[in-house]
């Protein structure tokens, strides 16, 4: 993906605050990082051999237009373990605005993996 095309989807993402845009230096030093994100997103494909047997969440936005819901389910072929899903309020990057409740309910799935 040419640079400017790639930084025009980082910005459509509505993730990465607007000032940072303004920073040559800064784009330089992510970029590469980014785009090897993008590109493990486009390439993935789970490799034959044993799966995973430990529990899995699967978390995203209840408003991600970048990952379908059927998308999140299909991390279930990846454990013999418990799955489940867990949906947040906002869009790709709920983290940014729902961090109390997403580190709440990590709290909570820990804790019953102890108990």
Sequence with gaps: MPRAELIAEIKA???TPAE????QDLIDLMLPTLRSD???VETY???????????VIAM??????EVPLEDLAGW???TAGRFKTMLF?????????????????VRRELETLVS
Excluded at 20 to 23: A, Q, R, S
Excluded at 45 to 55: D, F, K
Excluded at 60 to 65: F, I, L, M, Q, R
Excluded at 98 to 103: D, G, S
């Design 60 to 65: 995203t936005g209840n408003k991600d237009a």
């Design 89 to 105: 309020e906002g869009h790709h990057f709920y983290l940014n605005d729902t961090r109390a409740a997403f580190l709440d309910a």
């Design 76 to 78: 279930q072929s990846v």
């Design 45 to 55: 494909a789970q490799r034959p051999g044993p799966i995973l047997s430990c529990p």
């Design 13 to 15: 993402l509505n993730g």
């Design 38 to 40: 993008f590109e493990l």
């Design 20 to 23: 940072v845009f303004d920073h």
